[in-house]
């Protein structure tokens, strides 16, 4: 079955003190792993896109690798308005030749001054 | 990024009326778009997939002729809640990919709407 487990489930920071999110998944027919940001009573707001073991990315303080069993989102000295809920997501191929996105429950992330 | 709305951002209704909700991707078509619904502090989970010019496909679980979903045109979905309960009460969520069929892509979302039902 195809799934996604996110690690933490909540971490709280002290601005500039830097650490990495989990995204482990098992998933048959990966077409890219996603992963958002979602702030309280919005929608998730896209970040970056993975689709090979060995690629990274990266955004301001925000960096992206991919493994062929997991993920990680490694902030490097954060700041309070990184605060949000993380979310990662695979998207895997289904019969029909439609895709859809699995989503992990997310690490809510607090940083404090 | 590609754009997405959502229209209404929040909604408050009375028990037994429907409400319906609009997506649209404002610079991009999208034949393929998804609607989600999330709980506070849990996750998105997929309702359906709505395809353009076809009927939408369903998740198991979800009744769908208690959430109707109708693919107008490349770039607008519209989710209908029909008598709605206070148990519908939740945060709904479309999102369009940028890919050109099948859902692949980056999927991009809309902003969410609150649904309240009294």
């Known amino acids: 079955e195809d799934q996604v487990t996110q690690s933490p489930e909540a971490l709280r920071l002290q601005e500039g003190e830097s650490s990495s999110l989990n995204c482990s998944y098992t998933?048959?027919?990966?077409?890219?792993l996603f992963w958002y940001r979602q702030d309280p009573g919005k929608g998730p707001e896209f970040l970056f896109t993975?689709?090979?073991a060995g690629e990274e990315k990266e955004k301001e303080r925000l960096k992206a690798t991919l493994t062929k069993k997991e993920s990680f989102l490694h902030i490097t000295a954060p700041k309070p308005e990184d605060s949000a809920t993380y979310l990662c997501?695979?998207?895997?191929?289904?019969?029909?030749?439609?895709?859809?996105?699995?989503f992990g429950a997310g690490t809510r992330l607090a940083v404090h001054p | 990024g590609a754009v997405v709305s959502q229209h209404p951002s929040r909604v408050i209704c009375k028990s037994g009326t429907s409400v319906k909700i609009e997506c649209r991707s404002l610079d991009f078509q999208a034949t393929t778009m998804f609607w989600y619904r999330q709980f506070p502090k849990k996750s998105l989970m997929l309702m359906a997939t709505?395809?353009?010019?076809?009927?939408?496909?369903?998740e198991q679980g979800v009744e769908k002729d208690k959430f109707l979903i109708n693919h107008a045109s490349l770039t607008l979905s519209t989710l209908t809640v029909t008598s709605a309960h206070p148990e519908d009460s939740s945060f709904y969520i479309c999102s369009a990919p940028s890919g050109v069929a099948g859902g692949e892509g980056t999927q991009y979302f809309g902003p969410g709407t609150r649904l309240t039902v009294l």
């Open positions: 993975l689709y090979s």
């Open positions: 709505s395809n353009e010019g076809s009927k939408a496909t369903y």
């Open positions: 997501a695979v998207q895997a191929l289904l019969s029909g030749g439609y895709n859809k996105l699995i």
């Open positions: 998933v048959s027919g990966l077409r890219g």
